[in-house]
């Protein structure tokens, strides 16, 4: 499923508006942070899974037992505790932490799937990032290509 539209429309916006099938799980970058959003998600039975904005106030629930053998550092239930996020989203979600062991990079990962694997967790978004590495090579293919007729 995919939507084209101009650079100036929000992603937050058009998320909206797409129909995603009862069990679907959804992958997003931070920079589309919408708790609202995530809220929907979660009453329509559709899973999400994204990387937790720093800052965030929340308290610890539960914490799980976690398998640092594969990069993951933590696995805890947390709830929001700040007012207004807290109202947008008043449902236990997951963060995961997981080490990146190709780049060394830590990310901070959170989700309403609470059945799946940490790892398997990670491993959703990781995927998307190979769409970002996709996207971005077309790009700048492209752009070299218009640079190279206009020379």
């Known amino acids: 499923?995919?939507?084209?539209?101009?650079?100036?429309?929000?992603?937050?916006?058009?998320?909206?508006?797409?129909?995603?099938?009862?069990?679907?799980?959804?992958a997003f970058d931070r920079g589309h942070n919408d708790y609202t959003g995530y809220n929907q998600l979660?009453?329509?039975?559709?899973?999400?899974v994204t990387r937790l904005k720093s800052g965030a106030k929340m308290r610890v629930v539960c914490r799980h037992s976690v398998?640092?053998?594969k990069g993951i550092s933590c696995d805890k239930t947390i709830e929001?505790?700040?007012?207004?996020?807290?109202?947008?989203?008043?449902?236990?979600?997951?963060r995961i932490g997981y080490r990146d062991p190709e780049t060394g990079?830590?990310?901070?990962?959170l989700t309403n799937h609470f059945k799946l694997a940490a790892k398997t967790i990670a491993d959703?978004?990781?995927?998307?990032?190979?769409?970002?590495?996709?996207?971005?090579?077309?790009?700048?293919?492209?752009?070299?290509?218009?640079?190279?007729?206009?020379?």
């Open 1 to 26: 499923m995919s939507t084209i539209t101009e650079g100036n429309i929000s992603d937050i916006k058009i998320g909206r508006t797409l129909a995603f099938h009862k069990g679907s799980i959804v």
């Open 42 to 48: 979660t009453s329509k039975g559709i899973f999400f």
């Open 67 to 69: 398998s640092k053998d």
């Open 80 to 94: 929001f505790t700040a007012k207004q996020t807290s109202a947008k989203y008043p449902l236990s979600l997951r």
């Open 105 to 109: 990079k830590r990310y901070v990962f």
């Open 124 to 151: 959703i978004y990781k995927a998307r990032w190979q769409v970002e590495l996709f996207f971005k090579m077309g790009k700048t293919e492209l752009e070299d290509q218009i640079l190279h007729r206009y020379q």
